[in-house]
């Protein structure tokens, strides 16, 4: 597994983070109070499929219309988000993981232990083609699926119940909390998948979410192409009273002079990675 490139994503996915929580300070009012962050960049976003995103910028969105198990917080430090606790047995290689009560899609559906079930053999299936496929290696018979030696369900990722989930690992792996903070590892709901078909995530309407914020259809989305759309505070999220933005406005800017003095820092040290 290439180390080096899962560590730069997972620190990208770590200042994304960072750099929504400094936009909440920086941001636009309305008459109400209600805060809005504004993002620019400098291209656009390819994806809303969290198996298949591989671009700073898809990646970016992701991080604040979907959740998965943890998060990093903005101390840089991995939390649970979607998981109430996470046991990991001695020998390293079990992970039992309860998820929240009541937990929900942006649709209103029922978010379940086995939409991560779904999600992580969807995107080690070498039929996806997910680039991050190989983010998933530490996770037992990932490597065997990916090479086409093993079917998507001997995936080390069981379902025991709606909030119960089991993850057994090849080999103890460290840092495996940090991965699980990447798109890779997201719940995703089946049903809706087969119901958009190829249609799914190339546009915010064939999408569906679970984080702090959504896309609303007719309201200024994202259609695969456009360069100005935005998102609104998901009510359906679990810690909804929390979330202090009323939503983000993206704007895609083709001449880097005209973005945002934090937007080209934030872009800088992502270079260095």
Known sequence: MNKSKIFAFSAFS??????????????SKSEDSAQEAKYSFASNILTLDTSMAA????????????????RWNPKAQVVNDLAKSIDISKDGKTYNVTLRDGLKWSNGAKLRAADFVYGWQRTVDPKTGS???YALTPVANASEIMTGKKPVDTLGIKAESDTKLVITLATPTP?????LTLPAY?????????KMGNKYGTSSDTSL??????????????TGSNETFSIVKNDQFYDAKNVKLSGATYQIVNNPNTMTPKMLSFLEQLIKL
């Open 55 to 70: 671009d700073v910028n898809s990646i970016d969105v992701l991080l604040n219309v979907d959740a998965g198990l943890v």
């Open 186 to 194: 997201y719940p995703v709901n089946e049903a809706f998948v087969k």
């Open 209 to 222: 979410y679970n984080g702090a914020f959504k896309f609303v259809k007719g309201k200024n989305n994202w």
């Open 14 to 27: 770590l200042s994304a983070a960072l750099l929504l929580t400094a936009c909440g300070n920086s941001v």
């Open 175 to 179: 840092y495996f909390n940090k991965l």
């Open 131 to 133: 680039q991050y496929a």
